[in-house]
């Protein structure tokens, strides 16, 4: 994948699905400037009197409405629905449409918070070192696994077994 600039604000898209609910949505964001990125990591952390307050989840959603710029839901039938006029219409964010709120923000933070949440983190907090996730992954299966010196060996014919525990 490549990351292509251009002085035009640039759209991505991220699919989160809901289990619990049921509902898949398509977000569209556009990409966080540093001083948006900053002022994220500055409210992740909090003082209250002499406690330092980690406050990761709080930081996403409060930031989250600075480049958050729509929503669709990709699968035919799922939907979050809100009661327009004695009828129930797919909430939208599209002025125009029948389930158009100004408010969309809002329902969604109400409704599915889940998702804004892991979105909210995914986009400011999610960068990770691929080069060492190899690295990574092997340690723990090393770990899982243990090494062949590590695990117990049968005695052999005249030898002492292992030491007990």
Request: hydrophobic share 35%; proline share 8%; net charge negative.
């Amino acid at each position: 994948m490549a990351i292509r600039y251009s002085e035009d604000v640039q759209t991505y898209k991220s699919t989160l699905r809901d289990a619990g609910a049921g509902v898949t949505i398509e977000f569209e964001f556009s990409r966080p400037t540093t001083r948006q990125i900053t002022a994220y990591n500055a409210g992740c952390v909090t003082r209250r009197g002499k406690t330092v307050v980690m406050d990761r989840v709080g930081a996403a959603v409060r930031h989250l409405p600075e480049v958050l710029r729509g929503f669709t839901f990709p699968m035919e039938g799922e939907a979050i629905e809100i009661e327009v006029e004695g009828q129930w219409v797919p909430l939208s964010c599209v002025p125009g449409e029948p389930g158009y709120r100004r408010d969309w923000f809002a329902v969604l933070e109400r409704v599915e918070s889940k998702l804004l949440v892991e979105l909210g983190i995914n986009i400011f907090h999610g960068v990770y070192d691929i080069s060492r996730m190899d690295d990574m992954v092997r340690g723990l299966a090393e770990n899982l696994a243990g090494e062949p010196e590590d695990q117990p060996q049968p005695p052999v014919d005249g030898e002492p077994g292992p030491a007990p525990l």
